[in-house]
């Protein structure tokens, strides 16, 4: 069972406090954890490429933006293109430090206006797009660029991944237009907006990355608001007796409203489930 929280930003705040780490730190132990989600898929299909392959990082005004920005940096030293699409001017202190880091590194910045043309581009092949643009703090609606340029981003090709949560999405897992990642990391501890009915088509493989403490000392400063159950937690009833009839192991009671569609259709799934479990379910 995995603990899931609705805002995990207090968690970063108590364990900067209790564990005397610096936000710059956590964002660097963030940036190394999506650059190991990033760097399998940079050279795939056996590095069979007839350009230089390519990392675009698509970067928010915000602290995911910074994440991104910290993320081309490292990426810098590899032999292969970074490019970060700029979505506005960094608004926090840390975001402005990381985008100057990266571009004395020679990182490439190019502008949402400009994006279209650059993914059309024929000198290099993008293998990976990294979604920092909004993290689990968004509140709908999303500004005409950044929609652009996530739906832009949606067209392309290539290996996606999410910082946190898929930009588009709010904290209660609502959106419409959304990036679509094949790979999402969330930061420090699952966030609930992950797991929404609409989350299911945009998350796609969810990881929980670690800030620099473990993951029990991270989720251990606040209460979960929900839990994740995991296959080894299903626990079929095991019966010794064969000769058994419905009522033999207790009765189940449904109460219906108006709709007795779903309540006809969960007994009708009793019946059919005891019945694959070699039990006489009578009529």
């Known amino acids: 069972m995995q603990n899931i929280f609705f805002d995990t930003r207090i968690l970063d705040k108590k364990s900067r406090e209790k564990f005397y780490l610096t936000e710059e730190l956590m964002m660097e132990n963030a940036a190394q954890e999506l650059e190991s989600c990033v760097m399998p898929h940079v050279f795939h299909e056996s590095s069979r490429y007839i350009n230089r392959p390519c990392v675009l990082i698509l970067a928010g005004r915000g602290n995911n933006g910074a994440d991104g920005y910290a993320l081309a940096r490292r990426l810098s030293c590899h032999d292969f293109c970074v490019a970060v699409c700029c979505i506005g001017e960094p608004s926090s202190e840390i975001a402005k430090v990381q985008k100057k880091r990266a571009e004395l590194l020679g990182?490439?910045?190019?502008?949402?206006?400009?994006?279209?043309?650059?993914?059309?581009?024929?000198?290099f092949d993008i293998s990976v797009v990294v979604d920092c643009v909004y993290g689990s703090g968004f509140h709908?609606?999303?500004?005409a660029e950044s929609e652009a340029v996530i739906q832009s981003a949606n067209k392309i090709e290539a290996f996606k991944v999410s910082c946190d949560v898929p930009s588009g999405l709010d904290s209660d897992g609502n959106?419409?237009?959304?990036?679509?990642?094949?790979e999402t990391v969330a930061m420090g501890a699952l966030k609930l907006s992950l797991f929404?009915?609409?989350?299911?088509?945009?998350?796609?493989?969810?990881?929980?990355c670690n800030l620099g403490i473990s993951r029990n000392n991270f989720e251990f400063l606040e209460t979960p608001d929900a839990f994740l159950l995991e296959k080894e937690e299903m626990k079929l009833p095991f019966r010794k007796m064969q000769n058994v009839h419905k009522g033999t192991f207790g009765?189940?009671?449904l109460a219906a409203g108006e709709k007795t569609g779903a309540c006809k259709n969960s007994c009708e799934f009793r019946v059919c489930f005891w019945s694959w479990l070699g039990y006489s379910c009578g009529d």
């Open 140 to 143: 709908l609606p999303l500004d």
């Open 251 to 253: 009765h189940v009671a």
């Open 107 to 123: 990182v490439s910045f190019i502008s949402p206006y400009d994006l279209d043309s650059f993914v059309e581009e024929k000198s």
């Open 196 to 208: 929404s009915d609409k989350a299911k088509d945009f998350c796609g493989k969810v990881k929980v």
């Open 175 to 182: 959106g419409k237009i959304v990036f679509r990642a094949d």
